[in-house]
């Protein structure tokens, strides 16, 4: 492939996956509470203390809120500029496999397994959802591919040291994206690395006191900033969202043990038939000292093992392996027999073809889930033809631009329940009447992206749930029982003061039942919002 050609698939690459950022409403819980923190740190000006919806708010490190407060502060608010974080990962994390590959060790490989990452089911959604899962992956994905062109055989010592502080700085932004899993999954994979390849003399090759130094010089400030004006932060992000997190069940995330196991299939979606092929020869030494296809396994392995230990289970949490899948099944594909590598795009059109059966009865967008299957079925064909052709590296790229396109079309077809959960109609009614200073009370629910669209933080009422942390250290930014919300609401409707509530279905009717004057504004199925006047 020419490197114009090559540079033209870079350039449509980025700019599908950057287009594609403002077509879906953010969808709740988790691309609206990013978002509103973000929000509320780019106004607000604190960089250092983290909040959703006013309070303080320690679940997470800051490194995507301070990135999407910049693109806020860059373009505006609104839904793209709070994806663009994730969209950059994304395409970052494509790229650096492509490049990785090509150096350590093919051309092809490189180009294979960057098309193979970009169209896998999960990082191609992932990328376009604003979570922090992407950001921890493509981190990590620094970390990975740095140690990889660190160590190879033929790499030269100014080479070895710049890649490797490389790699010690995408630990501590990996640190900086998740916590600790940024430095010890890393740490532990090394460690297993040198015991099962007898390659002990890596630990000489890491660069430790320099890239240690860089790593406290990243990673480190923030924590002490933090923690310097917050006392309780350390305690609450250590212990409870690490310890309890991986050994209790208080997050209610638990899942069985092959919970992670069951997921690749339509997570590596299509390129599942290559993994087995590709993890088994990554087992198999090769000249040198140095033995990338063990590392990369390692890897997987131990990744998937340790949050398949965890109590607290996500589909996201595997994404940091997907790199490291990639780089093995381009590797796979590349010296496959015809056979194997005509599965993918059958597979493709196969799954194409199977939820075109599915279209009729899904609540989803119809035009766009059948767009969806269409292109699964026409790339997947396609590709088959070529691999029987003989044009393989075509082959790869029309099944992955298919599988691309299946999966953006898939979540379009998501925005007419997401426009519902996310509450926009309902931010849209009232949103021209809210003022700085207006109450809005949020009774017995919080709305996640619905704060986001109505630009306006709520009064929390009888709920505390993921906010009960920071309500314990300021209370006042809370109403603790509906007696005392109800005294302070029918207090402003007779002064005739404006203010607005977001209710629970069912504490609506109670509410009602009590005589409490209220004007419906707008509801759906879980809430209604209403004023006082």
């Known amino acids: 492939m020419s490197r114009t050609c090559r540079y033209t698939l870079i350039a449509v690459f980025i700019l599908a996956s950057l287009l594609v950022l403002h077509v879906r409403t953010l969808v709740p819980p988790d691309e609206g509470r990013y978002a ?29 809120t301070w990135m999407s407060a910049l693109s806020f502060a860059a373009f505006g608010v609104g839904e793209w500029q709070a994806r663009l974080w994730n969209g950059v990962c994304g395409i970052a994390g494509v790229l650096l496999v ?19 990452l970009a169209s896998m089911v999960f990082w191609s959604a992932g990328s376009q959802f604003n979570t922090l899962d992407i950001g921890v992956a493509a981190t990590m994905c620094i970390s990975l591919c740095a140690l990889l062109l660190a160590q190879r055989d033929d790499a030269a010592p100014a080479q070895r040291r710049n890649w490797m502080l490389a790699c010690w700085a995408g630990m501590a932004l990996s640190l900086l994206a998740k916590g600790l899993i940024g430095l010890a999954l890393p740490g532990a994979v090394l460690v297993l690395y040198a015991l099962l390849s007898g390659d002990r003399a890596i630990a000489r090759r890491l660069h430790p006191w ?125 010296q ?16 194409g073809a199977a939820g075109m059966a599915t279209v009729p009865a899904s609540p989803l967008d119809g035009r766009l889930l059948m767009a969806a299957c269409g292109v699964a079925v026409v790339g997947g064909l396609a590709g088959w033809l070529m ?37 926009l109609d309902l931010a849209l009614e009232v949103r021209p009447e809210l003022a700085a200073d207006t109450p809005v ?27 009960g942390f920071g309500l314990t250290r300021e209370p006042e930014r809370g109403i603790a029982s509906l007696s005392a919300f109800s005294q302070l609401w029918r207090r402003a409707a007779a002064n005739g003061s404006p203010q607005f ?7 609506y009717e109670t509410l009602r039942a009590d005589g409490l004057p209220m004007r419906v504004r707008a509801r759906n199925e879980r809430v209604v919002l209403v004023s006082s006047r």
């Open 36 to 64: 509103e923190m973000a929000r509320e740190m780019f106004f607000s000006g604190d960089w250092i203390t983290t909040r959703l919806n006013g309070i303080k708010y320690f679940e997470k490190p800051p490194l995507h």
């Open 98 to 116: 492509g490049y990785t590959g090509s150096r350590v060790f093919s051309r092809t490989a490189g180009l294979y397994a960057a098309a193979i």
């Open 210 to 334: 320099t890239g240690g130094a860089l790593f406290l010089a990243i990673a480190l400030p923030w924590f002490l900033l933090v923690a310097a004006r917050n006392p309780e932060q350390p305690q609450f992000f250590f212990i409870h969202e690490h310890w309890d997190r991986f050994f209790l069940k208080t997050h209610h995330r638990e899942g069985p043990w092959y919970y992670f196991l069951v997921l690749l299939a339509p997570a590596t979606m299509p390129w599942l038939p290559l993994l087995p092929a590709g993890l088994i020869a990554a087992r198999r030494r090769v000249q040198g000292q140095f033995q990338p296809r063990m590392l990369l396994l390692i890897w997987v392995l131990f990744i998937l093992f340790f949050f398949s230990y965890s109590s607290s289970k996500l589909p996201g949490y595997m994404l940091p392996v997907f790199p490291a899948l990639a780089l093995l099944a381009g590797l796979c594909l590349e």
């Open 336 to 351: 496959a027999s015809t056979r194997l590598a005509c599965a993918p795009p059958m597979l493709l059109a196969a799954a």
């Open 387 to 423: 691999v029987r052709q003989g044009r393989r590296a075509a082959m790869v790229l029309v099944v992955a631009a298919g599988a691309w396109a299946m999966t953006q079309f898939a979540m379009a077809s998501y925005e007419p329940l997401g426009r519902r959960q996310a509450g």
């Open 441 to 467: 009370y949020s009774v017995g629910a919080y709305e996640q992206s619905l704060t986001f669209y109505l630009g306006h933080t709520v009064i929390p009422v009888a709920y505390t749930d993921e906010l």
């Open 501 to 507: 509530a977001i209710i629970r279905a069912d504490l």
